[in-house]
């Protein structure tokens, strides 16, 4: 994995190390000499990390790293602080800044590209989510960055797991207080009971008596229903290899015993904001996408969606020399509706229209509405006289009842017109369309309330008999 990391310190030489040492394996890397340039860098996109020492002067590295997270176009970089001492009120100071991660002085190789590897992994799942997301903006969906900023990283739904019942009990009494805890000792069970809860986060120990911690996290990962969960390993710290395994196995953030109640609490926080930050993106990502797909007063289809799947249908139909027919469905005065019962007395009727029009054909068939009380149903596999058969169904259901509206009661007679073409040979989408709704026109002015034919569909030949080539 390649990426720009940008090396951050106010002595040359510490710049200068970093930089060849990160170089030797491949990262293309930039400098600051002080906080001020790195945010400029940040700022125009010139990065994908930072990794920052932390005493310089002027702006010191706590600094930057607030500023970097709380900028729109800097707060999704991860950030690692380096530390002169190793000290946990440091650590905590760094977190609450919103530090990802830290590395002590003097720097110890395999920590640093363990540590970088995990959080550009992190990064290019989360930039993803932002890329589509970008792409499908506009659509009135919660701002997730916005949301991210708020949040204050308490009241998560956490699992601990460790087969020692002090450290368990001390664990669970310190989080308690922000947090909804649950407790296992058993690592086997733990990984049964984080798929059967919806959890946030697990916290495990990686040195059971029995059991091998670092199975009972790549079972966690690779778990469907469990996959997304933040998870943080702990871990004496004479284990460091294993440690290093843990975040490979894609493990977010690890502790060492004795553990710091504070620093416990702080690199929880910081999952838990990161967990659903990437939460909210999917989210929202899957709305908008639904959004972009749907008419939201009818929940059919929209022209979008219409044009593109129709495309494919198609091809599919050519490819499989089966038939596909076109009905094209307009309601009749439809504007005169409008004037009589207002805006929301029209959205009622395309609404109940829209459930008509489902009730009488099958799921597996194309329904969308194409604009204004203009509606589309594509048929696969089906000739024009059953395409016929299902336009008589559908005029009859609508002209039958009238129209429910929201004032109590009241109900409005609606009739509608409709224009059916099969696909002919070496036709295109275009065509077909073109035809359908040539049929409507004839329908409109011979009288509305009707179903018409495309004038050159041919007539009455059975569908097996029909050459699609
Ligand atoms: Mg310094």
């Known amino acids: 994995m390649t990426a720009r990391i940008l090396v951050v310190d106010d002595h040359i030489a510490n710049v200068k190390l970093l930089e060849a040492r990160l170089g030797a394996e491949y990262f293309e890397v930039l400098t600051a000499l002080n906080g001020a340039d790195a945010l400029t860098f940040a700022e125009t996109g010139q990065c994908d990390l930072v990794i920052s020492d932390v005493m310089m002067p002027g702006m010191d590295g706590y600094e930057l790293c607030r500023l970097l ?54 990064k290019a799942v989360t930039d993803e989510l932002r890329a589509r997301l970008v792409t499908s903006r506009g659509l009135g969906t919660a701002d997730p960055f916005a949301q991210a900023a708020r949040d204050d990283g308490k009241g998560g739904r956490i699992l601990l797991v460790d087969d020692r019942a002090p450290a368990l009990e001390r664990l669970r009494q310190t989080l308690a207080p922000h947090h909804v805890v649950s407790v296992e000792r058993d690592p086997q069970k733990a990984v049964f009971t984080a798929a059967q809860t919806d959890y946030d986060m697990v916290i495990a120990s990686l040195d059971f008596k029995d059991a091998d911690g670092l199975r009972l ?36 953030d690890y502790l060492m015993r004795p553990i710091d109640r504070n620093e416990l609490l702080a690199r929880v926080r910081t999952q838990l904001r990161r967990k659903r930050y990437s939460d909210r993106l999917r989210d929202t990502l899957q709305t908008s996408l639904e959004l972009s797909v749907r008419d939201p007063l009818t929940g059919l289809s929209n022209r979008r969606y219409f044009d593109a799947h129709a495309a494919t249908l198609l091809t599919e139909a050519v490819r499989q020399r089966r038939p596909l027919s076109l009905m094209m469905l307009d309601l009749d005065r439809f504007k005169s509706i409008n004037d009589t019962y207002g805006h929301q007395g029209g959205d009622a009727v395309l609404s109940e229209f829209a459930q008509r029009i489902a009730s009488a054909i099958r799921g597996e068939h194309l329904i969308a509405r194409l604009g204004g009380e203009e509606f589309a149903v594509l048929m696969q596999d089906t000739a024009i006289d059953a395409v016929e058969r299902a336009a008589e169904r559908i005029r009859q259901l609508v002209a039958a009842v009238p129209m429910q ?41 011979t009288g509305r309330n009707r179903v018409v034919r495309a004038a050159d569909s041919r007539v009455d030949t059975p569908a097996t008999a029909r050459q699609i080539a």
């Not at 778990?223 to 284990?239: N, V």
């Open 217 to 252: 996290f790549s079972q966690v990962r690779s778990l469907e229903r469990t996959r997304q969960l933040a998870l943080l390993a702990i871990a004496e710290p004479h284990d460091r290899a294993r440690i290093l395994r843990a975040l490979d196995l894609g493990v977010n």
């Open 405 to 445: 509206l929201p004032q109590a009661g009241r109900a409005a007679p609606v009739t509608v017109s409709i224009g059916i073409a099969e696909l002919i040979p070496s036709e295109t989408l275009e065509g077909l369309i073109a035809r359908a709704d040539a049929a409507l026109y004839a329908a409109k002015s």
């Open 69 to 122: 997270k709380a900028g729109a176009s800097t707060a999704h970089l991860p950030v690692v602080l380096v530390t002169a001492l190793d000290q946990p009120a440091d650590r905590v100071r760094g977190l609450d800044a919103g530090a990802d991660d830290f590395l002590t002085k003097p720097i110890d190789e395999t920590a640093l590209f363990a540590r970088v590897r995990s959080l550009l992994r992190l």
